[in-house]
């Protein structure tokens, strides 16, 4: 009986790995995808729905012009202040003020391409359109 208990867990592990990997995506890809199009839904943890987000152009500096449609304005207010996406070198993203200020801060996520390192709450999560 214990042998088909273990034979039968075993199986059902084996059945739902194709599942499970086909719906998680790995922070390395997420995050490739998402700057060849360079189109994110963002969403705002606790708050229904997502908008759109998408950086334009860009130079050296990795710094380029964003733009939010409206829905992103009104799920999170301070959002109306950013201007530029802002690329380090270490692979964080933050969303820029016209004077230089950080409105959100991203780090690389999985299953995301970025999830906010500021604010804490809420959590703000972009990902490749």
């Not at 719906?23 to 908008?51: D, P, W």
């Not at 009104?74 to 230089?100: I, T």
Request: hydrophobic letters at 45%.
């Amino acid at each position: 009986m214990k042998l088909a208990m273990s034979a039968f867990a075993v199986l059902a592990a084996l059945g739902a790995l194709p599942y499970l990997m086909a719906e998680s995506e790995t922070t390395g890809t997420a995050i490739e995808n998402a700057k060849t199009q360079n189109r994110y839904h963002l969403s705002v943890s606790g708050r229904e729905g997502y908008c759109t987000v998408v950086k334009r152009g860009g130079d050296k500096a990795q710094r380029a012009e964003l733009q939010l449609t409206p829905e992103c304005v009104a799920m999170m207010p301070r959002l109306a202040d950013a201007r530029y996406w802002q690329e380090s070198g270490a692979g964080e993203v933050s969303f820029v003020a016209a004077d230089g200020s950080s409105v959100v801060e991203f780090f690389a996520a999985d299953g995301v391409a970025y999830e906010s390192l500021k604010p804490i709450s809420p959590i703000v999560a972009l990902k490749a359109q």
